[in-house]
């Protein structure tokens, strides 16, 4: 079965940085696109970034274009998400997501994708 334990998150003031994780488990990471989506209180869900199963394409929500960097490790069977000059509108739950069957980037889920437990972002103004 799929697992994916979310970590990194946690406090940081305005302006700050933060390097999530995401490790997956339970089958072959390099075959299947990963994504970060966020939500922050009384919101919807929303994308952050994904990125292909070979780490080769990403793709971004407009708001972190040039603060975030979203990478993968095959071989440790983790992605990452660098994020760089938070705000306090970046704080929410960060999860991680992983489609069933995709191999692309992405931007929507599907209803059968695999998620984390989620990891709570905090930024201080």
């Known amino acids: 079965q799929v697992q994916l334990v979310e970590s990194g998150g946690g406090l940081v003031q305005a302006g700050g940085s933060l390097r999530l994780s995401c490790a997956a488990s339970g089958r072959t990471f390099s075959n299947y696109a990963m994504g970060w989506f966020r939500q922050a209180p009384g919101k919807e869900r929303e994308f952050v970034a994904s990125?292909?199963?070979?780490?080769?394409?990403?793709v971004y929500q407009d708001s972190v274009k040039g603060r975030f960097t979203i990478s993968r490790d095959n071989a440790k069977n983790t992605m990452y998400l660098q994020m760089n000059s938070l705000k306090p509108e970046d704080t929410a739950v960060y999860y991680c997501?992983?489609?069933?069957?995709?191999?692309?980037?992405?931007?929507?889920?599907?209803?059968?994708?695999?998620w984390g437990q989620g990891t709570q972002v905090t930024v201080s103004s």
């Open positions: 997501n992983q489609r069933k069957y995709y191999k692309g980037t992405y931007s929507r889920t599907n209803d059968d994708d695999y």
């Open positions: 990125i292909s199963f070979s780490g080769g394409s990403t």
